[in-house]
Antibody, heavy 124, light 112 residues
Framework: EVQLVESGGGLIQPGESLRLACAVS????????MTWVRQAPGKGLEWVSV???????QYVDSVKGRFTISRDNSKNTVNLEMNNLRAEDTAVYFC??????????????????WGQGTAVTVSS | DVVMTQSPLSLPVTLGQPASISCRSS???????????LNWFQQRPGQSPRRLIY???NRDSGVPDRFSGSGSGTDFTLKISRVEAEDVGVYYC?????????FGRGTKVEIK
């Protein structure tokens, strides 16, 4: 069964760090593009980061330099290391499988499998 | 960044009646390979998003055929031919043609 399970969320103070994990079953993270999407309370969806099959990664400008996406091939997990957290990073973070077009540059057909999300609250 | 503008933001619908959601992009979503990477998602209350439609008009497996997507260039539409109770939720368009991928603000579909 294809399943994504996120963990690691919680309440954290501004400036601190947090590491989210996404445990994947039913397919391999090494042969798929994996994405993190977040949703602030009562708001819409915001794409955050992607890790390519070859390990290359990209980020939305608002998290660049603070967030790092990675994967553990042996555990079939995708991680999101979040540093120097800000109040505006407060959101539910979803891990998802991204279906990418057959082009040199990233094009997306959207995310076809999603986890249940993990909530991150940044507040003093 | 490409701005995705959805309308309406709220859509009260009578059961069994049709519903239509518009999504307009600030730039053309036609990619150099000829494809248009415009996708639609449904988020039911308390649930994770679910992809309904990819590349404008391709329905995902298991999505009822009352859902259809159409459009081209910068102007796209998601239609529900006859709204059912299970269709209540927020619908998002998302473009994957230009970097970075961006979502619309969402359209909340509710039953009158």
């Amino acid at each position: 069964e294809v399943q994504l399970v996120e963990s690691g969320g919680g309440l954290i103070q501004p400036g601190e760090s947090l590491r989210l994990a996404c445990a994947v079953s039913g397919f391999s993270v090494t042969t798929n593009y994996m994405t993190w999407v977040r949703q602030a309370p009562g708001k819409g969806l915001e794409w955050v980061s992607v890790i390519y099959k070859n390990g290359y990664s990209q980020y939305v400008d608002s998290v660049k330099g603070r967030f790092t996406i990675s994967r553990d091939n042996s555990k079939n997990t995708v991680n999101l290391e979040m540093n120097n957290l800000r109040a505006e990073d407060t959101a539910v973070y979803f891990c998802a499988r991204d279906i990418v077009g057959p082009n040199y540059y990233y094009t997306s057909l959207g995310m076809d499998v999603w986890g249940q999300g993990t909530a991150v609250t940044v507040s003093s | 960044d490409v701005v995705m503008t959805q309308s309406p933001l709220s859509l009260p619908v009578t059961l069994g009646q049709p519903a239509s959601i518009s999504c307009r992009s600030s730039q053309s979503l036609v990619y150099s390979d000829g494809n248009t990477y415009l996708n639609w998602f449904q988020q039911r209350p308390g649930q994770s998003p679910r992809r309904l439609i990819y590349k404008v008009s391709n329905r995902d497996s298991g999505v009822p055929d009352r859902f259809s997507g159409s459009g081209s260039g910068t102007d796209f539409t998601l239609k529900i031919s006859r709204v059912e109770a299970e269709d209540v939720g927020v619908y998002y368009c998302m473009q994957g043609s230009q970097w970075p991928p961006t979502f619309g603000r969402g359209t909340k579909v509710e039953i009158k």
